[in-house]
């Protein structure tokens, strides 16, 4: 199996990508390729600096690089020799499996639903964001390759989440729910109360291939069963940016508070050992990267600031969701799948409750 | 000044309520009475329990309780006679200026909108639920009251929450952004592409009483200086509850980490107060309730498991918006302010950005 890994992408580019791959290669016997794809002259310095020599570690030149600020559409149509855009190219020509970025999202998208277009049965990609969980990691899912969704994607996203989470994260039966602003089913906006109706259906036609928990809530990212949670785009990227943050302040006001006698200081030196378990349990290295569903080809996304072991999870990642079969598997899945027309109008009518 | 406090609210009433009237008549001389609505015999039996014999609290009898559980809007048409129905009924009748509750939300906002009705100019009332922030709080308005807003209500949001930050926050000029999936302009729903149209629209003709900072992400929630987080009221509560969710789960993992060999317990015990003095930061406590802004009369919502302090704050953060004359600033304010007609149809044609 070959990876293409976007190897100018990313906060910490090319020697993280580089290092990962180094690392990924030496591990993971699966992966039998990987082709870095940049800048020649950058990448060969860096796999001579950071000893990666193995002949499997294969340069593609690229010579342009789309920044992270960048309107990602926009520069996947500008920038026709980035290293997004060459890296998706060569699987959409088959000659790799999957690419691997952790550069702009919003090119890595763009570069996938433009160049390898959808899987049959799929009407819009979804990106499935790990969240860690007292179970496991719940998947929000979409986390933004789709901020206006309708209702029949999220009852498209259950389908390819939970192969997603058997297939790679080996969740025997995944369960899946609506992200609302209240579990009661009156709870909700028009799309939330839709998809309620969609997945319902889908589960009482015995076509659903995950157990549904109905509407679920913020405190159910992490304490309950809960592999995927379906939002559209807009509200699942806030939520994870919102929880990403809050994590953030909280590491960090403890911190400052930890430094505010000797005592303290001394507390903190005893318990160092807490704090780096639970960064690594909240970490986005120790998942990899999340993966742009629905496309044909496997795409994982990276956090910008990835390190090179979250590179080399990706791109193990990357190797579980080939190797598994996630793309047949999501294509079989929607072949069964019929879903009924929702009016609406009739739901449009019922004024939307507020929460409690 | 008079407050109705619903008495039997919340999942500690009516003890933490009776205390919290009992702390808020001793600390703050502007509230001249606060009226106890709920059960005469329980509210008896709980004042003679908490010692408060203080002649300026004086019980209302009301014979129902609305549940935490039940639908707000349904049970305010049914249980007339619940506490929360009469304490809002007398700020109609003008026995009394504000109502505090830490019962059912929907129930309250349902009560206020229905009894009370709306300020002039405004066409939806809104929830400001404070999230703490590196310079003060920021709160996130809508968080429920109003799922499927309109740029319109945003921004009628943006003037009330500046009024409340002026007024009873004491931010002398407030800051304003709406939340989005990302910083740049082109991000975002149809929604907000039209509020930040409508809000720029405002700044422009000299009509803001804020700064605007345009779209924002999670992150400004805590490190920015940002007062108000404009969001439609699903946005809102899903957000602020996984906010709440993630706090909550960092520090039950962290626990968890300090109990696991005895060197941590030793550096748990040394470094207490530095959780307390997070734990006090983040805690809802400290800030009492949330302010259901736009209807005629003060309304604070508190948490569901307020204390007797988030009550008594509450308490004080009641007189404070009547005593500053919040209302009669935000009809001032909105009286000036006419919004353009925004073509939807010009901002649907733009295919929604995905998110980087």
Sequence with gaps: MIIALDAMGGDNAPDVNVIGARDALSLYP??????????????????ARNSLTDPRARIVHASEVV????????????????????????????????????????????AATIKLRLLKGVDRAGIASPIPNEYGTCNILDAGANPEAKAKHLATYAVMGSVYANKVLGVSRPVVGIMS????EEKGTVLTKEALILLKHMVDSGHANFDFRGNVEGHDLFETRLDVCLCDGFTGN?????????????????????KRTPFRVL??????????????????????????LGVRGTVIISHGSSTSLAIRNALHMASKAVKNEVNPQIEAALHALTLPRVNPASEKSSKPESNS
């Design 30 to 47: 699966q992966i039998s390729e990987i082709v870095l794809v940049g800048d020649k002259a950058t990448l060969s310095e860096s796999c």
């Design 67 to 110: 920044e992270m600020h960048e309107s990602g559409a926009k520069a996947i149509r500008r920038k026709k020799d980035s290293s997004i855009s060459v890296a998706t190219e060569l699987v959409k020509q088959g000659a790799a499996q999957a690419v691997v970025s952790a550069g702009n999202t919003g090119a890595a998208v763009a």
């Design 181 to 184: 602003n209240g579990e009661e």
């Design 238 to 258: 806030v939520v994870l940016k919102s929880c990403e943050a809050t994590a953030k302040a909280m590491s960090k006001w403890l911190k400052k508070e930890f």
């Design 267 to 292: 507390g903190a030196l005893l318990s160092k050992g807490a704090f780096g378990n639970v960064k690594e349990r909240t970490n986005y290295e120790t998942y990899g990267g999340s993966p742009l």
